[in-house]
């Protein structure tokens, strides 16, 4: 599975974002896809999830009600859509993709794509 992640840029308090992660090779509907963040001296953190085949969605307690996830199987493609976005959401998000979302939240042996860098500024 190869996951390219898009959409990153610099943008002001309260404006939003959406990301993209297309992805490609061997993609099967049960997997789970992930977006994830780490913001610059901390450690990586789960944001959201989904199923292909429409379980979920799962979001991190402090994110729901801003950040929605969202998927086009047609395209292969998750989104992250981002509003009311605040200066300490700055960090670079990435997307991955697990079969299991128990693993793919811890980090466990998850397919990463690049990350797309979030600026937010006050």
């Known amino acids: 599975v190869q996951l390219q992640a898009s959409g990153g840029g610099l943008v002001q308090a309260g404006g939003s974002l959406r990301l993209s992660c297309a992805a490609s090779?061997?993609?099967?509907?049960?997997?789970?896809m992930g977006w994830f963040r780490q913001a610059p001296g901390k450690e990586r953190e789960f944001v959201a999830a989904?199923?292909?085949?429409?379980?979920?969605?799962w979001y991190a307690g402090s994110l729901k009600g801003r950040f929605t996830i969202s998927r086009d199987n047609a395209k292969n493609t998750v989104y992250l859509q981002m509003n009311n976005l605040k200066p300490e959401d700055t960090a670079a998000y990435y997307c991955?993709?697990?079969?299991?979302?128990?693993?793919?939240?811890?980090?466990?042996?998850?397919?990463w794509g690049q990350g797309t860098l979030v600026t937010v500024s006050s």
């Open positions: 991955a993709a697990n079969f299991d979302f128990s693993d793919l939240r811890n980090g466990n042996n998850n397919y």
């Open positions: 090779g061997r993609t099967f509907s049960n997997y789970v």
């Open positions: 989904i199923r292909w085949s429409g379980g979920g969605p």
